[in-house]
């Protein structure tokens, strides 16, 4: 059974740079993409971007120009880092075995992530 | 942007009785490939989501026959066919097809 586990700062100042991390154990790590989805207080689903295990990304237009998604295949562990953060970017984010087409079948725990001066 | 529209916002059930969330897109979710990339998720309080249809119809392995999906180019529908009290909580329905992939609002289920 895939688990999915995350971890990383939780509380940031603005401009900052938030970075999580997320390991796989378990299923094979080189037959998927792998995402990231985050959730403001109080709202709905955001997708931010995908990576698959040769380094392929692709990422949500809104937040593009501040995101990385970048895969350590040896450690079967992909990571998310967003530069310039702000309070707007306060939310739970969540990582995921899947891609933008079929949606993500497996989901992490969840990081809580508050921006705040 | 592809928006997703559901409706009802929220959806008061009676244990045992069916629940209908309906989804509409602003784009026909047909892709290129023929298939039709419209997602369900259910997300109980306090839990990550967790997807139950993919493809608009296909059900994932070990969610429970109850939970169906239909629908074409635009309308989709999920459908409870009896409601049980583990099925409260917020359901999404999610467009992969076009780019970026979108959610919709989200539907609150909760038991009369």
């Known amino acids: 059974q895939v688990q999915l586990q995350q971890w990383g700062a939780g509380l940031l100042k603005p401009s900052e740079t938030l970075s999580l991390t997320c390991a796989v154990d378990?299923?094979?790590?080189?037959?998927?993409?792998w995402s990231w989805v985050r959730q403001p207080p109080v709202k709905g689903l955001e997708w931010i971007g995908e990576?698959?295990?040769?380094?392929?990304?692709n990422y949500n237009p809104s937040l593009k120009s501040r995101v990385t998604i970048s895969v350590d295949t040896s450690k079967n562990q992909f990571s998310l880092k967003l530069s310039y953060v702000t309070a707007a970017d306060t939310a739970v984010y969540y990582c995921?075995?899947?891609?933008?087409?079929?949606?993500?079948?497996?989901w992490g725990q969840g990081t809580t992530v508050t921006v705040s001066s | 942007d592809v928006v997703m529209t559901q409706s009802p916002l929220s959806l008061p059930v009676t244990l045992g009785q069916p629940a209908s969330i309906s989804c509409r897109s602003s784009?026909?979710?047909?892709?290129?490939?023929?298939?039709?990339?419209l997602n369900w998720f259910q997300q109980r309080p306090g839990q990550s989501p967790r997807r139950l249809i993919y493809?608009?119809?296909n059900r994932d392995s070990g969610v429970p026959d109850r939970f169906s999906g239909s629908g074409s180019g635009t309308d989709f529908t999920l459908k409870i066919s009896r409601v049980e009290a583990e099925d409260v909580g917020i359901y999404y329905c999610?467009?992969?097809?076009?780019?970026?992939?979108?959610f919709g609002q989200g539907t609150k289920v909760e038991i009369k």
């Open positions: 995921a075995r899947g891609s933008h087409g079929d949606g993500m079948d497996v």
């Open positions: 378990g299923g094979s790590f080189s037959a998927y993409y």
């Open positions: 990576i698959n295990h040769s380094g392929t990304t």
């Open positions: 784009q026909s979710l047909v892709y290129s490939d023929g298939n039709t990339y």
């Open positions: 493809k608009a119809s």
């Open positions: 999610m467009q992969g097809t076009h780019w970026p992939p979108t």
